[in-house]
């Protein structure tokens, strides 16, 4: 196992954000742990996006911006099935040490988890024009 998490923790890279003495506990799994994991996965969490919309909005590429912005976030907040897939590939990443951390506050990690994403997304919606002109 220690071989695994030495090369999760390598792999991912380094903590994102600011972890000062005055950060929770939270914030510091959120900046030490859940953003790397995000970053790391960016391009996969677009491609399992447009393939979301293709699927189930094809609609999609024909609203205005506000409308693809309160899709993304519909589509976290809301799709269950859809939420949990992406949890899944967060989680996945984790160390067994994080994940232990993890279980203990899951819903306060899984809410910054989400709201992190979604806005990754959002700011990354002209990747999702890009790709409805290349079809």
């Not at 969490?45 to 999609?60: E, H, S, W």
């Amino acid at each position: 196992m220690a071989d695994r998490d030495t090369f999760l923790r390598e792999f991912r890279g380094e903590t994102l954000g600011t972890v000062g003495t005055q950060s929770s506990p939270d914030e510091l799994f959120q900046n030490q742990t859940i953003r790397p994991i995000l970053k790391l996965q960016n391009e996969l969490f677009i491609a399992v996006f447009i393939n979301y919309v293709n699927k189930n909005k094809p609609d999609f590429y024909s609203h205005t911006i506000e409308k693809k912005i309160q899709t993304i976030e519909n589509s976290i907040q809301k799709d269950i099935k859809f939420r949990n897939a992406l949890k899944g590939m967060v989680i996945g990443l984790f160390t067994v040490e994080e994940y232990t951390t993890y279980i203990q506050n899951s819903s306060s990690l899984n809410k910054r988890m989400m709201n992190l994403l979604v806005e990754r997304l959002k700011s990354q919606l002209q990747l999702f024009e890009l790709e409805s002109n290349s079809k």
